[in-house]
């Protein structure tokens, strides 16, 4: 109560915000008409004294946001006058507020069709200045492509270069991208650039310049839902594919209820003791859950989840024998994806399709992780105030919710509950027939792409004629959703297809009411219902919504379907009638509440997970890097790892420290020297010393044999051997410590049977492994380039230069030039040019000769070779020398 009157009196802290922001507004509109009387010339000329002062006062140590914010108003009010010049459009002043929030790190909640992608301009142009590069982040290529074009317009105008990564793109083309001022792409592009960067062998081919300022759109989008799924690199692991099959054998004989429980809400399948019997007694085993039987718990598990969690049509497809996922948030089929963890091969062992190779993952990153490389990060959407908490505490982005330009005016009408998914349809149908015959043009949402076919066929009996939205081409998506809004128009979308398309409507349809937003079903998350409501009412336009329910969908049967089929059943509801109720209403939303409680908690979950592997990766990354950078003294590294790689040798051969010199098994100890360094020892050399001399003397000895392999190699080849050597051991042992790693993950679980906290053994665990990983990486590097075995090229010589060096061979110089005859002094001059015309003739005739054979020799690293192998120069021809 007292929260309230003082909301009342004092207004919400966004309102607080919002009051400084329109304050600056007006300081900004006040420079509308200085600018308006400036040529082009004259503001690009007064903008770039701007950005030269900007990094001039950087330079001198300012800090950069304090003295971008300070002329903040000048370069929004030129934005804005340049909008109106380039592209047509005016930013209006609440998107000028939207511009501040997106510069300020903050996330601009604001409604659909206000005009997001111009008001992400504003804040682009002003930190472009600092030329670090800016990355706006877009859910899909299509809308990346058109956004580069049209906004590209307007960086030009400014001097700025815009670049756009999308799918297919060579590694060239995507290095141009980001030294772009301005770049656009998906995250899921900037998020696979980020992992194959730490995976290259030269500092040459990363792509990525940096993390300094990224605008994410649609950012609940990306940073929610699609934080559920991390980003992986992977190759074939090499698991047996009867493992699958027997697996899905097991537990399709298992029974519900007596042998597993399903929880529909966690979607998770647990087995009862029972279950664990049947299981031992189907799989042949003692106890599954000893460690040598672990992967067939997994497989076991999976395969549970496969038959009794995951849904063909709605959860997946399958395909010309391929199970294909269909991505739960917009209904497309996720083309290339797989579920990781056995889970596809689970889902193909169910469906009798051929099983594909699990793969192992060669690296990983979540999108919290990657966004929160950026130092500065910033997102915009139209629903965002259901997921605030999350935002600020994974990414420390705070909300704020901007008022619409023009009201709206929309009517969000009460939920239609029916008892029936059936008598539900059947209602839907009618409602739609009964708009399409007056013209109103109807948007219908659907929760999956079963449910918009099953609709499809309901609407074709009743000959209503429709588009279905499914498909999975981005740009005739975006056609058909902008036209959606056109008379007589029928649209069944799976979800929010189509997002980032404006639904524009004319004044006849205005006058018929507006776009009519039908939902099918409630989806778990009110935020994905109020887009799909969002599509209607765009600035001031008319318009309705309304959700049609029954107690057999997904979310009322699992949360909360008791209560209301209460109420149905005392007022007697019969077939084909409904309730309309706001207490039904609130129920639901409350149902909703919980399921995005629970999603986030499991986000949470993963994330703890993967921030103990994130500050794993971290320091692999960062030590990747030292080694790709040509300062970084790479012999210095290899002095400090000798005595380290001497003093594992001695524990492996069991000589420690306090060892007596008698207990010293020198046969043991000349065989480990042998097998890590090649080196052959004498028992005579070794003998006769302690602990301390002895590594002493193995140190020295080790460096002097080490320095004789590398005697005749030039400085930049022994660093480039000895750099892949390390890159090479590095990655393989990374890639084995993130397979420990999803094993370790897989049944740290269990633990809490033991009261122990899962957690805290997975912090434990893995940093015993992480400490094997940096061991294993010293020893290994140590020992490959102790063993290594170098090979040099004598290099080639031009044919022309060997014949005539095999010409002279044995000839006195000086008498070859005795016998070249002289000029005669008495020559005439005509005889004279004529001769220097010749001369020169065969001089450029040389040179042209000479400039294509260094052409062929400047052949790049990465070029085809041009002796026509079809591999990489540096992999063929320019491979020297040898190891």
């Not at 997001?116 to 002003?126: D, E, F, I, R, S």
């Not at 009201?407 to 939920?415: L, Q, T």
């Not at 022309?800 to 000086?814: P, T, Y």
Request: charged share 35%.
């Amino acid at each position: 109560m007292v929260k309230h009157v003082f909301r009342k009196i004092f207004g919400t802290k966004n309102d607080r915000e919002l009051k400084k922001y329109f304050a600056r507004v007006k300081e900004i509109n006040a420079l509308e008409e200085k600018y308006e009387k400036m040529s082009d010339d004259e503001i690009k000329n007064e903008f770039e004294k701007i950005k030269n002062q900007i990094l001039e006062e950087v330079k001198n140590g300012a800090d950069e946001q304090e003295t971008l914010n300070k002329y903040l108003n000048d370069v929004f009010a030129m934005v804005r006058e340049a909008g109106k010049r380039v592209l047509g459009m005016r930013h209006f002043d609440v998107q000028l507020v939207g511009g501040m929030v997106l510069h300020e790190g903050k996330i601009a909640e604001m409604k659909t069709g206000e005009g997001k992608t111009l008001v992400a301009t504003l804040p682009v142009v002003l930190n472009a200045v600092l030329g670090k590069g800016v990355h706006v982040v877009t859910v899909n290529d299509y809308l990346a492509q058109r956004d580069a074009n049209d906004m590209g317009r307007l960086y030009e105008f400014f001097g700025f270069t815009t670049g756009c990564v999308v799918g297919g793109m060579e590694d060239y083309e995507r290095k141009q991208a980001y030294q772009c001022d301005v770049t656009y792409g998906t995250n899921s592009e900037f998020g696979f650039d980020y992992l194959r960067d730490n995976m290259t062998f030269d500092i040459n081919d990363k792509v990525q310049r940096g993390h300094y300022y990224a605008i994410v759109d649609e950012v609940d989008s990306i940073l929610i839902d699609e934080a559920r799924t991390p980003l992986i690199i992977s190759g074939p692991a090499n698991k047996r594919v009867e493992d699958y099959v027997r697996a899905d054998k097991v537990a399709k004989q298992l029974e519900k209820d007596k042998h597993f429980k399903v929880d529909e809400k966690d979607k998770v399948v647990l087995l009862t003791e029972e279950g664990i019997r049947r299981a031992e007694e189907l799989f042949e085993v003692d106890n599954l859950y000893t460690p040598e039987n672990a992967i067939l718990a997994h497989h076991l598990d999976q395969a549970l989840k496969a038959n009794y969690l995951f849904q063909e049509g709605k959860d997946y497809i399958v395909r010309k024998g391929e199970v294909l996922i269909v991505d739960e948030f917009t209904g497309r089929i996720a083309e290339g994806r797989r579920f990781s963890e056995g889970l596809h091969q689970a889902l193909e062992a169910k469906e009798g399709v051929e099983i594909q190779e699990e793969s192992q993952t060669f690296a990983e990153t979540t999108y919290q992780n990657y966004f929160r490389l950026y130092k500065k990060l910033a997102g915009m959407t139209g629903t965002a105030q259901t997921e605030a908490t999350e935002f600020i505490e994974i990414y420390g982005l705070e909300v704020i919710s901007i008022p619409t330009n023009k009201p709206v005016i929309r009517a969000d009408k009460n939920d239609l509950v029916y008892k029936t998914e059936e008598e539900k349809f059947e209602a839907v149908v009618k409602k739609i027939k009964e708009l399409h015959k007056k013209g109103q043009p109807v948007l219908v949402g659907t929760t999956s792409v079963e449910k918009s076919e099953y609709l499809s066929r309901l609407l074709k009996k009743e000959k209503i004629p429709h588009t279905v939205l499914n498909a999975k081409n981005h740009e005739k998506e975006a056609q058909i959703i902008a036209e959606a809004g056109k008379k007589g128009a029928v649209t069944v979308a799976t979800n929010m297809a189509g997002r980032g398309v404006d639904i524009k409507i004319d004044d006849e349809v205005r006058e018929l009411g507006g776009l009519y937003i039908i939902g099918t079903e409630r989806h778990e998350s009110r935020r994905i219902d109020n887009q799909l409501r969002g599509r209607s009412g765009r600035q001031g336009d008319p318009g309705e919504s309304q959700f049609y329910l029954s107690l057999e969908d997904d979310l009322l049967r699992i949360f909360g379907s008791e209560r209301i089929k209460n109420i149905m059943d005392r007022l007697g509801i019969d077939r084909g009638e409904h309730i309309d109720s706001k207490i039904v209403s609130r129920a639901i939303e409350n149902a909703q509440k919980k399921v995005e409680t629970m999603h986030f908690e499991a986000r949470k979950h993963i994330l703890k997970y993967d921030d103990v592997a994130n500050e794993q990766r971290k320091v692999i990354y960062a030590f990747r890097d030292q080694l790709l950078d040509p300062e970084f003294d790479i012999d210095k590294k290899i002095e400090e790892i000798r005595e380290e790689f001497v003093e594992y040798i001695l524990s492996e051969a069991e000589i420690f420290p306090h060892s007596l010199e008698e207990d010293f098994d020198y046969d043991n100890l000349i065989a480990h020297l042998k097998e890590y360094t090649g080196i052959e020892f004498t028992k005579e050399e070794l003998s006769g010393k302690d602990y301390e001399t002895l590594k002493e003397y193995l140190v020295n000895r080790l460096k002097e044999e080490y320095e004789k392999k590398f005697a005749e190699a030039s400085d930049e080849d022994k660093n480039r051997i000895q750099r892949q050597v390390m890159l090479q051991v590095l990655d393989e042992s990374w890639r084995d410590h993130l397979y420990m790693m999803d094993i370790l993950k897989t049944g740290i679980g269990l633990r809490g049977y033991n009261q122990k906290d899962p957690l805290v053994e997975y912090k434990k665990e893995s940093f015993n492994l992480f400490q094997e990983l940096i061991q294993r990486v010293k020893v290994e590097s140590m020992k490959v380039l102790h063993n290594l075995q170098i090979e040099y090229q004598q290099p080639e010589i031009d044919p022309d230069i060997a014949e005539f060096m095999d010409a002279i061979k044995g000839k006195n110089i000086d008498e070859i030039l005795k016998n070249i005859p002289e000029i005669p002094e008495e020559m005439e001059q005509a005889d004279m040019d004529e001769i220097m015309k010749q001369l020169e003739s065969q001089t450029e005739a040389l040179k042209a000769e000479f400039e294509a054979k260094q052409q062929k020799k400047r052949v790049k690293r990465n070029d085809p070779c041009p002796c026509g192998s079809g591999k990489k120069y540096k992999d063929c021809c320019g491979k020297s020398p040898k190891f």
